[in-house]
């Protein structure tokens, strides 16, 4: 197979992929133990891992991307009302309105940040930042 192939078949994985991490933490983003939004912070973990992953392990920003797209992709799609009436992911109550609107704000910040986040592999020693 051709390198090009191999590479829209990653970005195609990576798309699902993404979109299989988008659903699960839209479906967990509303848990909460007690005050502590516990599915709110294992989805955003999760998401981020999956983003830092597909970008470090294939040194391809357009995986993070569509890894990224996925994810957004999905959280649009199952936070929408169906056509019989119902909500895959229910209304948030008075105290937590701010949960889901952070995750609709996590993907696309996940997202854009891991794609853009400079590569310090290709500098040399003396351009380096400190720290890095």
Same mark, same amino acid.
């Given at each position: ?5 191999? /590479? %829209?078949?990653?970005? #195609?994985?990576? @798309?699902? !992929? ?8 839209? =479906? +967990? ?31 391809? /920003? %357009?995986?993070?991307? #569509?890894?990224? @797209?996925? !994810? ?8 929408? =009302? +169906? ?50």
């Amino acid at each position: 197979m051709s390198s090009g192939i191999l /590479r %829209v078949v990653g970005w #195609a994985v990576a @798309l699902s !992929i993404g979109v299989f991490y988008g659903t699960a933490g839209t =479906v +967990g983003q509303a848990y909460l133990l007690g005050p502590i939004p516990v599915g709110l912070i294992l989805a955003t973990v999760g998401c981020a891992a999956l983003l830092i992953a597909l970008r470090t392990l294939t040194g391809d /920003r %357009v995986n993070a991307l #569509a890894g990224g @797209l996925g !994810i957004t992709a999905a959280t649009y799609l199952f936070s929408q =009302v +169906g056509p019989g009436g119902s909500a895959i992911v229910a209304a948030p109550t008075a105290g937590t309105e701010w949960i889901p609107l952070v995750w609709t704000v996590v993907g696309p910040a996940l997202m854009v940040l891991v794609a853009l986040w400079p590569d310090f592999s290709k500098m040399s020693a003396a351009q380096r930042p400190a720290g890095s």
